[in-house]
Structure formats: structure tokens, C-alpha cells
């Protein structure tokens, strides 16, 4: 079983940036698939970006696609979502999430993931 903490939210103006981090109670490479997933109030979580075990596929939604990176920190045990030039619609809680997995493949519907963390409140504002 993996445990996973998620730290890096808070308030940023539009345009501004962030980085959320993941921390993982075991290593994940080559072992979990791991994603991000956010939820705005009224609305259903959706992948937001997503590392394959092998780490040689991601997954962009295209609302984020050349803002947001996934990245990852083998020593750390930890995934990074870099997120630049914020917008008001970002704003959502964020999730991190792990798959026991051993493919190239990501993984973008919630229920396709066992472990969950906490989340974190990203709020974007004037």
C-alpha cells in the first residue's frame, strides 16, 4: 500500500505559479502510475495530468497543455506538478493519485486509481 501527501497549494494571483508536490511512502518508479485530478465545487474530478510507472508517457488535459509539467524525483519519491500562468478557472482542489502498475499506459478516469491523497486547495484570484 502506498501513501501519498500532497503539499504546494494556496492563493496566487492570475498569471502566477505554483508546484504541487506528491510525496510518496514508496518508491513509485516502475511501480504506480501516478496522476493528478483536481475538483472545482459543483463539478466532477478530472485528470489533469498524469505520469505512466515507466515514466514514458504523460497525459496533459487540454485545458493545461503547455502550462501545467508532471515531473518526478526518484531520490524523493515524489511528483511535482509545475502549474505557470494561472487562471481563475484553475481553481479546484487538487488530488494525487497512484495506480499499482507496470505499463506505459496513463490512466485518466478516477476510479482507475487505489490510492488517494488529501488533497490540496489551489485558489486562483485577484
Same mark, same amino acid.
Given at each position: 500500500?502506498?501513501?501519498?501527501? @500532497?503539499?504546494?497549494?494556496?492563493?496566487?494571483?492570475?498569471?502566477?505559479?505554483?508546484?504541487?508536490?506528491?510525496?510518496?511512502?514508496?518508491? !513509485? #518508479? +516502475?511501480?504506480? &502510475?501516478?496522476?493528478?485530478?483536481?475538483?472545482?465545487?459543483?463539478?466532477?474530478?478530472?485528470?489533469?495530468?498524469?505520469?505512466?510507472? #515507466? @515514466? !514514458? &508517457?504523460?497525459?496533459?488535459?487540454?485545458?493545461?497543455?503547455?502550462?501545467? &509539467?508532471?515531473?518526478?524525483?526518484?531520490?524523493?519519491?515524489?511528483?511535482? *506538478?509545475?502549474?505557470?500562468? *494561472?487562471?481563475?478557472?484553475? !481553481?479546484?482542489?487538487?488530488?494525487?493519485?497512484?495506480?499499482?502498475?507496470? &505499463?506505459? +499506459?496513463?490512466? !485518466?478516469? $478516477?476510479? @482507475?486509481?487505489?490510492? $488517494?491523497?488529501?488533497?490540496?486547495?489551489?485558489?486562483?484570484?485577484?
Amino acid at each position: 500500500e502506498v501513501q501519498l501527501v @500532497e503539499s504546494g497549494g494556496g492563493l496566487v494571483q492570475p498569471g502566477g505559479s505554483l508546484r504541487l508536490s506528491c510525496a510518496a511512502s514508496v518508491a !513509485t #518508479s +516502475y511501480n504506480y &502510475t501516478i496522476a493528478w485530478f483536481r475538483q472545482a465545487p459543483g463539478k466532477e474530478r478530472e485528470a489533469v495530468s498524469c505520469i505512466s510507472s #515507466s @515514466e !514514458t &508517457t504523460t497525459y496533459y488535459v487540454d485545458s493545461v497543455k503547455g502550462r501545467f &509539467t508532471i515531473s518526478s524525483d526518484h531520490a524523493k519519491n515524489t511528483v511535482y *506538478l509545475r502549474m505557470n500562468s *494561472l487562471k481563475p478557472e484553475d !481553481t479546484a482542489v487538487y488530488y494525487c493519485a497512484a495506480r499499482s502498475d507496470r &505499463t506505459s +499506459y496513463c490512466y !485518466t478516469y $478516477w476510479d @482507475e486509481y487505489n490510492y $488517494w491523497g488529501q488533497g490540496t486547495q489551489v485558489f486562483v484570484s485577484s
